[in-house]
């Protein structure tokens, strides 16, 4: 069993950036693959990047590739969500997510432990 608690949300500018931070207790990160998600109110959870046990395969949804970079660093058991150039479009609670089951996946599904969430809201 693993505990996920986000961090980092909050209001910005378009245009602006903020960190999200996904602190892991439990198992260490080293053991499972990590994915964030997003969802807005009414809408499915979607996809945003994920990133294998150890770091080499990473996977960003088209809206987000090239603003966003996923990294984590097992020592602190953490894994970022570095985020820049946001738009209003990408207000949302924003979830971590932990993979035991699969190697990697895109799909919200999959996914074994989540966090509570952070909310990040981008003001245009």
């Known amino acids: 069993q693993v505990q996920l608690v986000e961090s980092g949300g909050g209001l910005v500018q378009a245009g602006g950036s903020l960190r999200l931070s996904c602190a892991a207790s439990g198992q260490t990160s080293s053991t499972y693959s990590t994915g964030w998600f997003r969802q807005t109110p009414g809408k499915e959870r979607e996809f945003v990047a994920a990133?294998?046990?150890?770091?080499?395969?990473?996977y960003y949804a088209a809206s987000v590739k090239g603003r966003f970079t996923i990294s984590k660093d097992n020592g602190k058991n953490t894994v970022y969500l570095q985020t820049n150039s946001l738009r209003p479009e990408d207000t949302a609670v924003y979830y971590c997510a932990a993979l035991f089951r699969k190697l990697e996946s895109t799909w919200y599904g999959d996914y074994d432990y989540w966090g509570q969430g952070t909310q990040v809201t981008v003001s245009s």
């Open positions: 990133i294998s046990r150890t770091g080499r395969n990473i």
